[in-house]
């Protein structure tokens, strides 16, 4: 067994959790509207539902299992996520109501959570001057999860909305069984599970007392509000704003995916260690600003691509804000790290489809038609995550 598979199985699983997200998202809005007989705008609000039930999960369980992985280890942990991932898929593929729908998304919320457990394995084996970077891998896989699924989704959506979830069930099953052979566990100092560190709330409490960090979560808090604008009205936004069906959104997800793969993959090694991460928040969350901006008003679906990799640049601003986290945190509490990142992601995660697919909705319901209104809203929020920062740079 050489070192590179056990990074290849983290890789990979975190590309089947990215397809997870991606891979419902060109079919979401028909398997909606089959199930429950609503029109799009109803749907949207729906699939907000849906999103949020999965973000509560992660935040619920995040820290939990960022502390288990800091107490049993690494492997244990992500090798029983891939194995509830396996099973989600197969509920999700056999899903006749709403409800088994819900059940589904509770479940791979629950596993998705051990994103933080495979940050951590990648921050064990990282040195500090390399953790962005590695971290940036960890952004590309998830960026090639987001090519995979919405392509799967798009393509496969002609046999039916519930193919591709029986064709990820296979991949989750192969890449488990991968894990069981190549992963090896990589904590070298455990410490005991604390279940007032476990919780949320406890994590949060745990990791903000560390100087400076505080304010970083707060900038992180309000770009991923922003940033989820993407997952949880792309659908919607480009089959009302532009006409397009499955097949088109799960090409334009695929663009957005590999975009990422190469800013993330590529561009990050280069810019971050020039600009470092401060600059790099800087100069890209303005960046972010603009993007969201011109989404909202863009005329044409031709113009809609053309400006998707240009939002994928973006991107920067995760790693950057990770590097500088992880930076701050002893190495023994970088599980716990990552996971209170996870909740905030998931506390995002929760607000965002919400507000945004309810923002959707009154702009398209009834005479009005501004499908734009929700990509507009996180750029607002975008400019209060870099004031955000500008106050923890000053002080």
């Not at 659908?235 to 006409?243: C, I, L």
Request: charged share 10%; hydrophobic share 60%; aromatic share 10%.
């Amino acid at each position: 067994m050489t070192p590179r598979l056990p990074v290849l199985f983290i890789l990979l699983t975190i590309v089947i959790e990215a397809m997870g997200i991606g891979l419902i998202l060109p079919v979401m809005p028909a398997l909606l509207q089959q199930v429950q007989g609503a029109d799009l705008s109803q749907a949207a609000i729906w699939g907000g539902v849906l999103a949020s039930s999965y973000a509560m999960m992660q935040f619920l369980f995040s820290p939990t299992i960022g502390n288990l992985s800091d107490r049993f280890g690494r492997r244990p942990v992500l090798l029983l996520s891939m194995a509830v991932i396996f099973v989600d898929y197969i509920v999700m593929a056999m899903a006749q109501t709403l409800w088994l729908l819900l059940v589904g998304r509770i479940i791979a919320g629950i596993a998705a959570a051990t994103m933080s457990t495979a940050t951590a394995f990648m921050a064990d084996i990282s040195p500090p001057e390399k953790k962005a970077a590695n971290f940036g891998l960890v952004s590309a896989a998830f960026g090639l999860g987001f090519v995979l699924g919405p392509a799967m989704g798009g393509l496969l959506a002609e046999w039916g909305p519930r193919a591709p979830f029986w064709a990820a069930a296979i991949l989750s099953g192969l890449n488990l069984l991968f894990g069981l052979l190549v992963l090896p566990e990589t904590l070298r100092k455990k410490r005991a599970f604390d279940f007032a560190r476990a919780n949320p709330l406890g994590g949060l409490k745990a990791v903000t007392a560390l100087p400076g960090l505080g304010a970083i979560l707060l900038v992180w808090f309000f770009y991923q509000v922003a940033n989820w604008v993407y997952p949880a009205v792309w659908a919607y936004f480009t089959q009302s704003a532009f006409g397009w069906g499955e097949r088109m959104v799960g090409v334009s997800l695929a663009v957005y995916g590999i975009s990422m793969i190469v800013v993330q993959g590529v561009l990050i090694r280069w810019i971050i260690p020039k600009l470092g991460e401060r600059r790099t928040l800087q100069w890209f969350l303005p960046y972010n600003v603009v993007i969201l901006a011109c989404v909202a008003f863009v005329p044409h679906g031709w113009m809609m691509l053309v400006l998707t990799p240009f939002s994928a640049v973006g991107a920067l601003v995760q790693p950057a804000i990770q590097g500088l986290a992880s930076r701050v945190a002893a190495d023994d509490a970088q599980g716990e790290l990552q996971g209170v990142l996870a909740s905030i992601t998931a506390i995002a995660a929760i607000v965002s489809p919400l507000l945004m697919t309810r923002l959707f909705n009154i702009a398209t319901d009834g005479d009005a038609h501004f499908p734009g209104a929700p990509f507009l809203a996180a750029s607002v929020l975008m400019v209060v995550a870099f004031l955000a920062f500008r106050r923890q740079a000053r002080a």
